[in-house]
């Protein structure tokens, strides 16, 4: 059987020849004792078992893990491991836990098992509060919670490789974003995420979906957006994207209270960007809100949170000024010929807002004459110049500088 579509009932069926693995000195006799007691038995049994005796398990677990290569013996006891975590039993397994070797060694049965169980013994872990562990004990040795970093720095990466090139074709992605939905959680892995440019990865990943299948692979990955709507640098990197475009188009057609839910949450978070806040304006969602509230959900907190979008948009179209129109649509590259160019009085009121951050309108204006192919953003980002030129009193100075720079260098010879 082709491995990447085995399952865990199948895999549990197996007898593992754990005599002949004693008999080479891979296994101990006690961990054969343990092991025959455990084997092919009722879960109720081996809940039993874990109760009377869970630590000692679990260090035969990660011995095998460690020292066993064989691939029908790891797949076994990863199965065992994901059923006793899917149960709910933790007994400090993340603590010498299955290494995450195993994620890019193993056949897509081993890497998909060992993605899933080092996502959940992370979000379980014990944590840690000025050197005291959650259940009170303290923390004598710096060294069980220093390899937390390498463990979501390895799961991270092989989670991106996962997002680019999936190592099985339909199930690669949604195993990614499901662990993703998990791990993103945790404010470390949030970080790496984003500097190996996962957040990117997601984008496409966030359109309208109709099989089931479908529905949650969008539901997750909507979810882990809303996750990165926590972490400042993500939402700046998103909201240079196409994300808030196609969320808004999920939260427009889909019919799933779920998604609709995460979505909602996610433009909530959103809307105290400042360009965020403008787009969702231009977009219409102001119209669309008003569209969801009048729909019958059952979600407390989904209401509660289209009304605070509402009044969030609300206090935005207020504030939004012209200008803060205007410098949106510069730096998304947006020029289109719309009134606010060609009026005297938009240039007269706002010419001293174009020095904002050294000039940082002027110099995208001028990289947009530079590296543009649209004849029409290419004619409006010349009239602006021209605009600039005519309405600043050094206008003209400015923009014959390097890249239209506000402020001389300072290494510059005089």
Known sequence: MDQAELNTEQVLKRDIPWETYMTTKLISGTSLQLLRRYDNRPESYRAQLLDDDGPAYVRVFVSILRDI???????????????M???????????????????????WFIQEKSCKILALIVSARPKIQDGIIANGEASNSKKKFTSIDDILQGLVEWLCAQLKKPS????GVP???????????????????VKADGAK??????????????IQLLYETCLCVWLLSYYEPAVEYLATTRTLPRLIEVVKSSTKEKVVRVVVLTLRNFISNVAFGAQMVELGLPQIVQSL????????????ALNQLEEGLKDNIKKLSSFDKYKQAVLLGQLDW??????PLFWRDNITCFE????????VLITILDTSNDPRALAVACFDLSQFIQYHPAGRIIVDRPQGQGKGDETDEP
């Open 293 to 304: 509230k009048a729909q019958a959900w059952s979600d407390e907190d989904l209401l509660e």
């Open 356 to 363: 904002e951050n050294d000039f940082q309108i002027l110099r």
């Open 69 to 83: 290569f064989k691939e029908e013996t790891v797949e076994y006891v990863l199965a065992l491991v994901d059923e």
């Open 201 to 214: 990865l997601l984008i496409p990943l966030i359109s309208p979906a109709s099989t089931q299948q479908s």
């Open 85 to 107: 975590l899917t149960a709910g039993i933790n007994y400090n397994l993340y603590y010498g836990g299955p290494k995450t070797r195993l994620l890019w060694k193993g056949n």
């Open 168 to 171: 099985h074709p339909s199930r």
């Open 338 to 343: 719309t009134p606010m160019h060609k009026d």
């Open 175 to 193: 195993s990614a974003i499901s662990c993703l939905a998990t791990l993103l959680k945790e404010p470390m892995v949030r970080s790496s995420f």
